[in-house]
């Protein structure tokens, strides 16, 4: 069940920056919780590639970058490369749910 | 190098058992809070619950879809965390993920292991 909205598809030429939003609510993203975002690369499971935001985890490059502001949160990603072709996922905690949430889902892919 | 390794998935009849298992290395097993999460085929990933370390009481929390079917459990002698799932459905059928969380992001993830519920 997830509680954080995504674009289903964002596209992108190698070199150029997208940028993936995600929707949440006064009980999730709103009410404070950290945002977290996946990356899965087809054929393998998720990997995490930002946390409390607005972090990379050692060997996450720094093309990757998140931020949050009231009940949204987005990850941009700049300087596309095709290795980037992916399914992108946020995450988060609700406190009307008491449940880790993810966003819906969004895949990425260069042109 | 922390690995999780899933196993027990397979074709179950709906309202069917399976009781999965997770192998953790790595890293303190028994200071870890563990989660388990599913992707459907074509679909997102859910979390299913988590449960904390003994030190914290062991409790355990679930999602709405399989509270009260599915259950986490672990032997912290044995590195391993476990997911039985009771009455089984249809739409439980889905790759299930062993997932350490150091913080409170979902930091390592099994290879996954696919539970198919069909008749």
């Known amino acids: 069940q997830s509680v954080l909205t995504q674009p289903p598809s964002v596209s992108g030429a190698p070199g150029q920056r997208v940028t993936i939003s995600c929707a949440g609510s006064?009980?999730?993203?709103?009410?404070?919780?950290?945002v977290h975002w996946y990356q899965r690369l087809p054929g393998t499971a998720p990997r995490l590639l930002i946390y409390a935001n607005n972090n990379r985890p050692s060997g996450v490059p720094d093309r990757f970058s998140g931020s949050r502001s009231g009940t949204s949160a987005s990850l941009a990603i700049s300087g596309l490369q095709p290795e980037d072709e992916a399914d992108y996922y946020c995450?988060?905690?609700?406190?009307?749910?008491?449940?880790?949430?993810f966003g819906t889902g969004t895949k990425v892919t260069v042109l | 190098e922390v690995q999780l390794v899933e196993s027990g998935g397979g074709l179950v009849t709906p309202g069917g058992s399976l009781r999965l298992s997770c192998a953790a290395s790595?890293?303190?097993?028994?200071?870890?809070?563990m989660n388990w999460v599913r992707q459907a085929p074509g679909k997102g990933l859910e979390w299913i619950g988590r449960?904390?370390?003994?030190?914290?009481?062991?409790?355990?929390d679930y999602a709405a879809p399989v509270r009260g079917r599915f259950s986490i459990s672990r032997d912290d002698s044995k590195t391993r965390l476990y997911l039985q799932m009771n009455s089984l459905e249809t739409d439980d059928t889905a790759v299930y993920y062993c997932?350490?969380?150091?913080?409170?992001?979902?930091?390592?993830w099994g290879q996954g292991t696919l539970v198919t519920v069909s008749s």
């Open positions: 449960i904390k370390s003994n030190f914290h009481g062991g409790t355990t």
């Open positions: 790595g890293f303190t097993f028994n200071s870890a809070w």
């Open positions: 995450q988060s905690y609700d406190s009307s749910l008491s449940a880790y949430v």
């Open positions: 006064s009980s999730d993203i709103g009410a404070g919780y950290d």
């Open positions: 997932v350490y969380s150091p913080s409170n992001s979902f930091d390592y």
